[in-house]
Antibody, heavy 121, light 107 residues
Framework: QLQLQESGPGLVKPSETLSLTCSVSGGSITTSSYYWGWLRQPPGKGLEWIGSAFYTGSTYYTPSLKSRITISVDTSRNQFSLSLSSVTAADTAVYYC?????????????WGQGTLVTVPS | EIVMTQSPATLSVSPGERATLSCRASQSVSINLAWYQQKPGQAPRLLIYGASTRAPGIPASFSGSGSGTQFTLTISSLQSEDFAVYHCQQYNDWPPTFGQGTKVEIK
């Protein structure tokens, strides 16, 4: 059974870079046709897709965050990572990683448990 | 981007009763719509994709319908484990977008 687990600091200072890692177990991150994604949910708000990546390095980012995001895949560790620069209090959210059964136009399944990242104002 | 609107925000239902949740898209998404269940402190779980196809392991008490801009998730007989927040997501257009969620609570 595929499982995903996010890890990273729970507190990031304003203007610094948020870095999270998603560890994948129960399956290979290099399985063809699957993309790997990051999403977030600010307190009291809906879910927001941040970006997705393929194990070859191909990436897609949401337009509103594109200038601040990098998603990378480490096939040797079966992990993928999110880097979000110049954070503000608006980036406070629970961050989730998930698998996408396709490239762009698809759903997300399964998801990691999520990790809360707080950026103090 | 496509805006997804869910209603109601909160739905109070008695155990054993039927729950009907709505999701509306600001423009047509064909049948490219998914539903997720999220319990407190847990990750969202995929229930439905393709507007009406249940994900593996999802009980038949969950059913999805609709196309275009109007979609419905029906829970035929609410069990205690079904009280949660439900999210809809469109994947017809890029970027994928979610609704704000409907909380199903015990009446």
């Amino acid at each position: 059974q595929l499982q995903l687990q996010e890890s990273g600091p729970g507190l990031v200072k304003p203007s610094e870079t948020l870095s999270l890692t998603c560890s994948v177990s129960g399956g290979s991150i290099t399985t063809s046709s699957y993309y790997w994604g990051w999403l977030r949910q600010p307190p009291g708000k809906g879910l927001e897709w941040i970006g997705s990546a393929f194990y070859t390095g191909s990436t897609y980012y949401t337009p509103s965050l594109k200038s601040r995001i990098t998603i990378s895949v480490d096939t040797s560790r079966n992990q993928f990572s999110l880097s979000l620069s110049s954070v503000t209090a608006a980036d406070t959210a629970v961050y989730y990683c998930a698998r996408l059964p396709g490239e762009l136009f698809t759903w997300f399944d399964p998801w990691g448990q999520g990790t809360l990242v707080t950026v103090p104002s | 981007e496509i805006v997804m609107t869910q209603s109601p925000a909160t739905l109070s239902v008695s155990p054993g009763e039927r729950a009907t949740l709505s999701c509306r898209a600001s423009q047509s998404v064909s049948i490219n719509l998914a539903w997720y269940q999220q319990k407190p402190g847990q990750a969202p779980r995929l229930l439905i994709y393709g507007a009406s196809t249940r994900a593996p392991g999802i009980p038949a008490s969950f059913s999805g319908s609709g196309s275009g801009t109007q979609f419905t998730l029906t829970i035929s007989s609410l069990q205690s484990e079904d009280f949660a927040v439900y999210h809809c997501q469109q994947y017809n257009d890029w970027p994928p977008t979610f609704g704000q969620g409907t909380k199903v609570e015990i009446k």
